[in-house]
């Protein structure tokens, strides 16, 4: 009865698992499924598609699930490839999603960590060098050497005398490795995310 009544009132009743459709080059659509919405999160909380984001050569894409309500939520990435099995990645709840250059990695964001995913799920983490921050973009550089390197800006904000005060980090990275390669502060606006000087390669 409880059940026949939800359906009755809730908008979400009629999407109890949403999904996403992809097309591959050359291959069938394919549908990927997301977490259930069979509790009170049809009500409260609903996961919903949030994001299709196809590798830059259209042989693999990831797709992102997420619920929120007000400051609090959680998202689960998985990653598609044609003729694959569907793969939900170790530690997938990021906010921020990038493709390398090349397509062999995925890059994600969650508040202050950094996680690169291989094509196979392998997962490498990296904590943004800023205590205290949170990553605001994600994009890609060309360094002196042809490959991308990865851009990451960050804030802090701290108190100062009863004020809060801002500043903004640029931290380079190299890639696949996210080593730190440069970092980069200044007040109030996104800082350069400067390239590692050519005489210390």
Same mark, same amino acid.
Request: hydrophobic letters at 40%.
């Given at each position: 009865?409880? %059940?026949?009544?939800?359906a009755?009132?809730?908008p979400?009743?009629?999407?109890l698992?949403?999904?996403a +459709?992809? $097309?591959?080059?050359?291959s !069938?659509?394919?549908?990927?499924?997301? !977490?259930?919405? $069979?509790?009170?999160a049809v009500?409260? +909380?609903?996961?919903?598609?949030d994001? @299709?984001?196809? %590798?830059?050569?259209?042989n693999?894409?990831?797709v992102?699930?997420?619920?929120?309500?007000?400051?609090?939520?959680?998202?689960?990435?998985s990653? %598609?490839?044609?003729g +694959?099995?569907?793969?939900?990645?170790?530690g997938?709840?990021?906010?921020? &999603?990038?493709?390398?250059?090349?397509?062999?990695?995925? @890059?994600?964001a969650? %508040?202050n960590?950094?996680r &690169?995913?291989?094509?196979?799920?392998g997962?490498?983490?990296?904590?943004?060098p800023v205590?205290g921050?949170?990553?605001?973009?994600?994009?890609?550089?060309?360094?002196?050497?042809?490959?991308?390197?990865?851009c990451?800006?960050?804030?802090?904000?701290?108190?100062?005398?009863?004020v809060?005060?801002?500043t903004?980090?640029s @931290?380079?990275?190299?890639?696949?490795?996210?080593?730190?390669l440069?970092? $980069?502060? +200044?007040?109030?606006?996104?800082?350069?995310?400067?390239?590692?000087?050519p005489?210390?390669?």
């Amino acid at each position: 009865m409880f %059940a026949l009544l939800l359906a009755a009132v809730s908008p979400y009743a009629l999407t109890l698992v949403p999904k996403a +459709q992809l $097309t591959f080059p050359g291959s !069938p659509p394919q549908i990927i499924s997301g !977490p259930a919405n $069979t509790d009170q999160a049809v009500v409260d +909380q609903p996961w919903t598609l949030d994001q @299709i984001l196809y %590798a830059p050569s259209k042989n693999a894409a990831a797709v992102r699930f997420c619920w929120d309500i007000g400051k609090f939520g959680s998202c689960e990435t998985s990653l %598609a490839r044609p003729g +694959q099995p569907v793969l939900k990645l170790s530690g997938g709840d990021v906010s921020r &999603l990038l493709w390398a250059t090349d397509g062999k990695y995925l @890059i994600g964001a969650g %508040a202050n960590t950094l996680r &690169l995913w291989n094509l196979v799920g392998g997962v490498r983490t990296a904590v943004t060098p800023v205590a205290g921050s949170t990553v605001q973009r994600l994009w890609l550089a060309q360094p002196n050497l042809g490959k991308s390197d990865l851009c990451v800006s960050v804030r802090r904000m701290f108190p100062v005398n009863g004020v809060y005060r801002t500043t903004m980090t640029s @931290i380079r990275y190299a890639l696949p490795a996210l080593k730190v390669l440069t970092v $980069t502060t +200044q007040k109030g606006k996104e800082a350069e995310c400067r390239p590692l000087s050519p005489n210390l390669f």
